[in-house]
């Protein structure tokens, strides 16, 4: 039991968790980066839970409203006093980062737009793969989406640690002011016209790749310039999005190299 104890407190440790009121606002206090803060809906209002959700927001971290018993779930102490938190295993960049990041190479900016994607190990691959085909950064939303917790980290065989990874409140509101900037943003979708061979990727280019459920959401895909599909055969009619991701980074790779 105990050997079965010490291993899940390893887990918890590697995994990021952090329980406790005292423990989750010290975190904060310190500027660990948070990804998430778990809390307990209560039938009344507790003073101490709204003065840790006001400073998780204030340091960009998302605040999740959770029945009790799934933070019991997560617990290891069974002590978490009503809140969990999740810290990330590195800071998150800013959007300008990634574009400064193209700058200073001298190239057209080439980034990844993950559209809620909830699967750690999806977005661990996306981050691998954006990397090996050296786009400059990959933009993630800060709510229904995974963040950079050590799952991510080790499905990206360390990638995360060399690639910036930004986290923005709106994404709608990020893909304007990427266009903006004079980067086209290709949406991929199931029914689009025009297939990725289609289309000119070796210019400023942003490839939304939507979530593992229901692809991109309705404004995300508004916003889109342009909408791309991957030719499909047989009965399926949709890849895996890390999959999904690899097939139109490398098809930008394959032109940016003609």
Known sequence: MDKQKNWREKQQE???????????????????????????????????LGHIAAK?????????DCDRRKLDGMSVTHAHQGVIAIAAIREYATVEDILNAAREKGEAPLIVVCDE???????????????????????????RSAGLTAVVAKTSAG?????????????????????????????????????????DLRGSAAIVIGSEGSG???????TCDVLLSIPMKGELNSLNASASAAILLYEAVRQRMA
């Open 117 to 143: 994607l909830s699967d750690p190990h999806n977005l661990g691959a996306v981050i691998r793969t954006a990397y090996c085909a050296g786009a400059h950064g990959v933009i993630i939303p800060k709510r």
């Open 56 to 64: 998780a927001r204030e340091a960009g971290a998302a605040v999740v």
């Open 216 to 222: 991109m959401s309705r404004l995300v895909r508004e």
């Open 159 to 199: 990638a995360v640690s060399h690639l910036p990874v930004a986290k923005v409140a709106n994404l709608t509101a990020c893909l304007k002011e990427l266009k903006e900037a004079g980067v086209w943003v290709y949406g991929t979708a199931a029914d689009a016209k025009q297939t990725i061979y289609q289309a």
């Open 14 to 48: 590697d995994d990021g968790i952090i329980e406790g009121r005292n423990a989750v606002i010290e975190a904060l206090r310190a500027g660990t980066p948070i990804d998430k803060v778990y809390i307990a809906k209560g039938t009344e209002p507790d003073a101490a």
